[in-house]
Each structure stands twice: as structure tokens, then as C-alpha cells.
């Protein structure tokens, strides 16, 4: 693979920003969901409701900012000088830690046998939100090698023994089993999927443009009934992934068309054709799968591809051109240590739940009260992601 020596070569805030502004959207509704007696506009909407809401485009919002970054990471290394095995051992162990993390979410979360338990599910639970702090932590170089061993083997052996001992529901056999791969593994295969492609094809735009619509079709051949995709179980496990690689891809098509250029247009007619037809194809695919975050329809997939190629747009408009940027501060402690500050709001629930006390009275659990809380919960984490980026506790992947 080639440099591109026409894509930016310095940091672009206004992607920062758009990363930072989800994850604060994210912690907001990850909060929001304990809430009872909330407006549905604020929740996940039903599987069958053929209709989304803001709520149902943070995790797609979350793949395409992915997608929008490969180009950079890939150019950096290259322009560093790694090599392809180095970049290549860099990209796997990447996806394998987001999909191993995904993994243990997803066991302490549900599938578990609590009367056949040695430790406490809660228990079992913050050690496997907590053990990926010191694996994955991105240690200050002077820091002593001893210790830093320590903590990233000593938490790798808990994750190992964690394993072990979780004990499956029903079946009273041991070890955790993949039930769905969680947020973050989910990330990880697309992520995965991606940037294989990507490189094959030395990231040419042409190439990442049929790449998403490959996987949009995969997609909607996944959801139609009797295919040939949905009854061939290698062929519904890979199109499965499209689903989410489509979003990854869909922001790998927006910043090539925004970034790698010499010269910046003043009106970026590709990418609001490109915005006009990620709207016009969900629209006109709605009314054979509908709307819906939860089966993974081709039209919620491409009206948040929409939102966020509009929302970026807007921002790169006011960041880059306007350069309007101070009051993107408030978000950026979250853009720069994203795993982080995901981890981090569950490693306090399942600490609260090991030892059963609770941080907010009842009243605050409830309809707008617990809104209020849902959004100073965010606003509280941005100042400790601060703090940590301050004290060089930060996780990199």
C-alpha cells in the first residue's frame, strides 16, 4: 500500500469533536436507559416500530467516525515508516482486544448461573470492566517496566481465570460463550473487515464506494426471507457484519472525499451528493425492511450515514472554515480516550452493585429527575476523563 500524499497530514478537530460529542451523547443515553418513566424519543426504539430516534444513531454514529479515521492511521504509519507486519499485527491485536473486551460485557451483563457462581456475577462483573484498564493502558515512557508488566499480565491472567469461572445458565457448563459480541467486538469485526479491504485496494475511493454497497446489498439479502445469505450460516455470520461494516465504510468514502485532496473545495459537492444518496437509498429500501437499530435494516444504516455525513459537515464547516473551535474543549477529554470513558461508567455500576450501595436516592431514577442526573452523569465523566488524560491514564488499543 501506498502513501497518500494528497490526504491532510495533521490532526482534523472537527472529526475529534464529532467523536467527542458522541461519546457524550453515549454516556447520556447509556445512563438514560435505568431511567423509567422517559419519553420514547429518548429510548431505543421497538424492534418492530419501523421508525428511529436519536437515540438509535450513537452506535452507527460510533462506526462511522471509525471509518472516518482508517485513512489517517494507515497514512501515519506508512509516512512513520512501519511495515506491513507491524501495521497488520497493530490492526489485529486492535480488533481482537475490542472484540475480547465486547465478549466479557456481554457474559457480565447476561448468561450466567448465579447459584452455581464462585464469585459474585457482580463481582465477576467489575473485574471484567476493570482488567482492561492496566492490559491496555497506555503507559508514560518512564514508567517502571516491572510494574507495567505486572498490570498487564497480572490483568490478562484474571480475564483468563474470569473465564473459567463463569458458569452458563441452563446448561451449568463452564467458560462464557460469544451471545452476541457486544457494542465493542461488534466495532471490532467491522473495523476488522474494513480495513482488510481497505488495504487490499490501497484505499481507493472507487473500491470503498463498491465495498459499501456490497454491503448494503449483503445486508438486505441478510433480512430478506430464503435467501441464499440467510440460510448459509458463514455467509449470514459475514453479512451480519457488513451491516455495521457499511457505516465503517460510509465514513471511509466521506473522509477520502473531504481529506484526500490538495486543495479544499469551498462547496463539497461529492459529499452532499453522497449525503442526498445514503438518504434517497434508505428511503427507497424502508418499505421492504423498515426502520430498525434493532434487526440492522439497511435503512436505519443509511439514514445515520446521512445524519452523520450532515452533522459532519456542519462541524467541518465551523471548525475548519469558520475556525470556531473553544467550544469544542468541553468534549475533547473524551475524543482522546474513547475506550476509556465507555469502561469506565461499568466498572463504577458493577462497584456499586459488588458492595450494594447506590450513589443517587430513587428520586432520581424517575422521569426528569433522572434526566437531569442522566446528563450531570455525563457532564461528571468529561472532568474525570480530563483528570485521567491529565495523570496519563489512558487506554490504547
Known amino acids: 500500500m501506498r502513501i497518500k500524499e494528497n490526504l491532510y497530514n495533521q490532526r482534523i478537530i472537527s472529526i475529534d469533536a464529532l467523536r467527542g460529542i458522541t461519546i457524550f451523547i453515549m454516556i447520556f443515553v447509556n445512563e438514560l436507559a435505568s431511567i423509567i418513566d422517559v419519553p420514547q424519543w429518548m429510548k431505543h426504539m421497538p424492534a418492530d416500530a419501523d421508525a428511529m430516534t436519536f437515540v438509535d444513531v450513537v452506535f452507527p454514529a460510533f462506526l462511522f467516525i471509525v471509518g472516518m479515521s482508517i485513512p489517517f492511521a494507515f497514512n501515519a504509519r506508512l509516512l512513520k515508516g512501519d511495515s506491513a507486519k507491524t501495521i497488520w499485527t497493530h490492526t489485529l491485536k486492535r480488533a481482537l482486544a475490542l472484540i475480547i473486551i465486547g465478549v466479557f460485557m456481554v457474559n457480565a451483563a447476561e448468561g450466567y448461573d448465579e447459584t452455581k457462581m464462585i464469585i459474585l456475577p457482580a463481582f465477576w462483573g467489575l473485574l471484567a470492566y476493570a482488567m482492561p484498564i492496566p492490559i491496555w493502558n497506555k503507559y508514560a515512557k518512564d514508567f517502571p517496566v516491572w510494574i507495567k508488566n505486572t498490570l498487564q499480565y497480572g490483568g490478562m491472567l484474571v480475564l483468563v481465570a474470569l473465564y473459567f469461572l463463569y458458569v452458563q445458565e441452563g446448561t451449568g457448563a463452564i467458560g462464557m460463550t460469544p451471545k452476541w459480541w457486544g457494542i465493542l467486538g461488534l466495532i471490532g469485526w467491522a473495523y476488522l473487515i474494513t480495513v482488510i479491504y481497505y488495504w487490499l485496494v490501497s484505499g481507493r475511493l472507487w473500491a470503498m464506494i463498491v465495498f459499501l454497497i456490497v454491503c448494503v446489498i449483503a445486508n ?111 468534549f475533547i477529554p473524551a475524543a482522546a480516550n474513547p475506550l476509556l470513558i465507555y469502561i469506565l461508567p461499568g466498572v463504577i455500576y458493577y ?44 487506554l490504547h488499543l
Open 220 to 330: 438486505s439479502l441478510n433480512l430478506t426471507e430464503g435467501s441464499f445469505i440467510q440460510q448459509t450460516s458463514w455467509l449470514n455470520f459475514i453479512a451480519g457484519h457488513l451491516t455495521d461494516a457499511s457505516l465503517v465504510s460510509a465514513g471511509v468514502v466521506i473522509s477520502l472525499l473531504f481529506f484526500d485532496r490538495k486543495v479544499a473545495a469551498k462547496i463539497n459537492w461529492a459529499v452532499i451528493g453522497f449525503a442526498v444518496l445514503f438518504f434517497v437509498t434508505g428511503y427507497l429500501l424502508r418499505p421492504y425492511f423498515g426502520i430498525s437499530k434493532i434487526k440492522g435494516t439497511p435503512s436505519w444504516t443509511m439514514f445515520s450515514a446521512t445524519i452523520c455525513t450532515v452533522l459532519f459537515y456542519f462541524l467541518y464547516w465551523l471548525m475548519e472554515i469558520k475556525k470556531q473551535t473553544k467550544w469544542s474543549n468541553f
Open 351 to 394: 462497584f456499586c452493585k459488588t458492595l450494594n450501595i447506590h450513589i443517587i436516592p430513587g428520586y432520581f431514577r424517575v422521569g426528569v429527575p433522572g434526566i437531569i442526573w442522566s446528563l450531570v452523569f455525563s457532564t461528571i465523566m468529561l472532568f474525570v476523563m480530563k483528570l485521567c488524560n491529565k495523570y496519563k491514564i489512558q
